[in-house]
């Protein structure tokens, strides 16, 4: 039998931007560059003039490709993905650490995340397509501890693979109704 689990996703603390972001405002950069080189140089502004005008084509067609590709890009995940999040009657295992029904004070997931659903962004520079990792599980232990684990969701692989061994962490007191409710419904 093969053993449900969720790959754990561990987000990194630092800023990565888009490389096609990145190529689409340096495009745009240049045209205002050559604009501005052509007011300080005005001898010049002939041969300038025809390389702006290269430049808003090449930049128009990129930006435009920019946004229609959007649509079937996943966003940008900055972080990686390392061990599982396993769920059973008497224990749950995030990557290496686990913690068993008894020592569980309460527990709260967020798990409407899918991998390649839509998710919501109307800015035109932004990817249309979740990547399905801001989903979280929080514990919180009885000595006051605390552990909160993002995984990675997709349409065949989720939450609700654990439904039946929520159940018993609901009837636990563990897992709050409406939380419970969210996730197998």
């Keep these: 039998m093969m053993e449900n689990k969720l790959q754990i996703y561990k987000?990194?603390?630092?800023?990565?931007?888009?490389?096609?972001?990145?190529?689409?405002?340096?495009?745009?950069?240049?045209?205002f560059m050559f604009n501005f080189v052509k007011s300080i140089f005005p001898?010049?502004?002939?041969?300038?003039?025809?390389?702006?005008?290269?430049?808003?084509?090449?930049?128009?067609?990129?930006?435009?490709?920019?946004?229609?590709?959007?649509?079937?890009?996943?966003?940008?995940?900055?972080?990686?993905?390392?061990?599982?999040?396993?769920?059973?009657?008497?224990?749950?295992?995030?990557d290496l650490d686990v913690f068993t029904i008894y020592e569980i004070e309460?527990?709260?997931?967020?798990?409407?995340n899918f991998r390649g659903k839509f998710n919501g962004n109307t800015r035109v520079w932004e990817r249309k397509k979740s990547n399905g990792v801001k989903n979280y599980i929080e514990i919180y232990r009885k000595d006051g501890g605390y552990k909160k684990y993002f995984f990675l969701q997709t349409e065949t692989k989720n939450i609700k693979m654990f439904s039946e061994e929520l159940r018993i962490y609901y009837r636990f007191g563990k897992l709050e109704e409406q939380n419970y409710k969210n996730i197998v419904d």
Excluded: R
């Excluded at 630092?14 to 490389?19: C, I, R, V, W």
């Excluded at 309460?106 to 409407?112: E, F, R, V």
């Design 11 to 31: 987000p990194k603390n630092s800023f990565e931007m888009d490389s096609s972001l990145l190529i689409a405002l340096v495009l745009w950069s240049l045209l």
């Design 43 to 94: 001898v010049y502004e002939e041969d300038f003039g025809s390389w702006s005008v290269f430049a808003v084509i090449i930049a128009f067609l990129y930006s435009l490709y920019f946004i229609i590709s959007n649509f079937f890009k996943y966003e940008c995940a900055n972080g990686k993905l390392s061990g599982f999040l396993v769920i059973d009657s008497e224990k749950i295992t995030c």
């Design 106 to 112: 309460k527990i709260n997931i967020l798990s409407d």
